[in-house]
């Protein structure tokens, strides 16, 4: 386990640095080691970052228009919330999607997994350290429909429930 007080206050004020420009636990686990020399698992790096008492950074949300906000069908790269999977009709067919998870999630992320949709496209879905679900689509700009989406949200219930 790594001790943060064996840090210089040079070291300390370099890491602030990254913190105070984005840098998010992975990138300051892979700086600790090219920089500092220091091998961190990622649990020692948020120990780490914790003891110094520093914030991580959180993207702010894009602004979005009207437009888009009524675009229900849009899932890549949007995140959906614990509501949005609360709140699921018991009528929606799952029949066509498939959810696996990953025994051990993603750098980043609390969980993660693959969702292939009932069209044959896939992509990658995440729960990100601040809880939010999202898809990342293997397609870009792809988008499936909006009973697809429904059938991803209940299938990835029984998933991880």
């Known amino acids: 386990m790594f001790d943060s007080k064996s840090l210089t206050e040079k070291q300390i004020a370099m890491i602030k640095t990254w913190v105070d420009d984005g840098a998010r636990l992975p990138d300051i686990q892979q700086k600790m080691e090219s920089d500092l020399g220091q091998r961190l698992t990622y649990m020692d790096t948020r120990f780490l970052v914790i003891d110094l008492g520093l914030e991580l ?42 959810v696996t ?33 999202g898809v990342d689509p293997d397609t870009e700009g792809y988008s499936p429909s909006e009973s697809d989406i429904l059938a991803f949200q209940k299938e990835l219930q029984r998933a991880v429930g």
């Open 57 to 98: 950074k959180t993207e702010e949300p894009d602004v979005v228009d009207e437009a888009e906000e009524t675009n229900t069908d849009e899932v890549s790269r949007n995140e959906l919330t614990e509501d949005d999977i609360e709140v699921l009709p018991h009528d929606a067919t799952s029949a066509n999607v498939n």
């Open 101 to 133: 998870v990953d025994e051990i999630a993603r750098p980043g992320v609390m969980a993660s997994g693959r969702v292939t949709f009932s069209d044959g496209q896939g992509g990658m879905w995440y729960v990100d350290e601040m809880g939010r679900l």
